[in-house]
Structure formats: C-alpha cells, structure tokens
C-alpha cells in the first residue's frame, strides 16, 4: 500500500529565508514521487517529480526535492523564500502503473506562509 | 505546454439537481481521473478511466455518480442528485502512462445548497 504523511501542517518563513516542507512516505514497491503546489482558488501545479532517475530533483521556481530511499523521505526545499510562494503543497506517492492503475496518494498538505 | 481544463470554475446548484462537471484532457493522453477536494481536507481519489469504461474507483464514488467521455475529447463527471456533502472542489487530471505523472486542471468548485 502507499500513503504519504506530511509532518507540518502549516510552516512559516520569513521572506529571503530557506523553506523546507518534509514528506515522508511508505510503498510496497518503487514509488513515484511528486510535489505539487496549490495557490488560494487555483488548481494544482505540478512543481517536480521523482520517477526513478536522480534523487535529487530540480522543480519550477527555484525548488528542489532529494529522494532519500533510507529515510523514506522526499522533502522539499527552496533556498530562498519569494511572498509568491505562499500556498499550499501536497507531497503525492504513486506506485507503478501496471500495479495500481496509477492512483495518487496525496498528503494532508502544508501551508506555507511567507511574512514579509 | 499543453493544459487540461475544466468547466465551469465554479457551479452552483441546488440539493437534488444534476450536475455535470466537464473536462477537456490534453488530447494523446489515455488515462483520465477525477479527484474531489471538500474545503479543508486532502485531496481524494473518485474514478480512474480507460479505454472507455472505468478502471478503479473508490468508496466514495457510489451510484450517485457517473463518468463518460462521450465525443472523443471531454471526459465529464455526473452527480446524479447532488447532496450538500458533495460541495467541494472536483479536479480532473489526464495522463499519458508513458510519461509518468498527471496533468491536473484548475478544477471546479461546486457549491450544493
């Protein structure tokens, strides 16, 4: 079975600051891995995705994820914080295909929150 | 880059009105779903579809609701009769399997009162 548990419910940042949103997950088989953003009334925006090639995955807006199979971890990090990155983030585990009919498992998200 | 949309952005209807929530998936994707988010909580799984008939569905995805693509190019979510629980965001999200990962639309919010 595969589900994701996002350990913060809501992070705030100060503008110019590093951001981190952590995700762990858990998969019976090699997972597929995927942040996606989702700004107030907007739909959901793929920022990056881990498909079995380098762990550590460059997204849109200057963030970036590490896959890290020991930890069961793929959190998501961006160097420094713009007021445009407040939203919420969803981490999201797929299983292969062929296994699941490629079902996402979507986490209980993370607010971001950027104080100027 | 290619986009998958929905309409409308936002319905509202009535308790025990149909309503019909309409997607246009990115056009050589074979694989389409339909996900819920009611205000709050995380996003769910409705339906998987492929080939023309439904591939996996959850729980909450009971008689009340019906997917079709019935031209070729919109893939469309009914509720029959529509409950105030039912009020939430629907997402619809398109996937060509060998490129691994949907595309999302910007979703419909629907509004049962």
């Known amino acids: 079975a595969q589900s994701v548990t996002q350990l913060d419910s809501h992070v705030s940042v100060s503008e110019g600051t590093p951001v981190l949103l952590r995700c762990n997950y858990s998969s019976s088989y090699s997972p597929s891995l995927f942040w996606y953003v989702q700004h107030p009334n907007k739909g959901l925006q793929l920022l990056l995705k881990?498909?079995?090639?380098?762990?550590l995955v460059k997204g849109i807006n200057g963030f970036e994820a590490e896959f890290k199979k020991s930890e069961t971890s793929f959190h998501l990090t961006k160097p420094s914080a713009h007021m445009s990155d407040a939203a919420e983030y969803f981490c999201?585990?797929?299983?292969?295909?062929?296994?699941?009919?490629?079902?996402?498992?979507f986490g209980t998200g993370t607010s971001l929150t950027v104080i100027p | 880059e290619p986009e998958v949309t929905q309409t409308p952005s936002h319905q509202v209807t009535q308790m025990g009105q149909e309503v019909i929530l309409r997607c246009v998936p990115i056009?050589?994707?074979?694989?389409f779903y339909w996900y819920r988010q009611i205000l709050g909580q995380k996003v769910e799984f409705l339906v998987s579809?492929?080939?023309?008939?439904?591939?996996?569905k959850s729980e909450i995805f009971d008689d009340q609701f019906s997917v079709e693509r019935p031209d070729g190019s919109n893939f469309t979510l009914k509720i029959r009769s529509t409950k105030l629980e039912d009020s939430a965001m629907y997402f619809c999200a398109s996937n060509d399997r060998d490129n691994y990962g949907y595309t999302f639309g910007s979703g419909t919010r629907l509004t049962v009162v």
């Open positions: 579809f492929y080939n023309n008939e439904i591939s996996e």
């Open positions: 881990y498909t079995s090639a380098a762990t």
């Open positions: 056009s050589n994707h074979l694989y």
């Open positions: 999201v585990v797929s299983a292969p295909p062929a296994l699941t009919g490629n079902q996402f498992y």
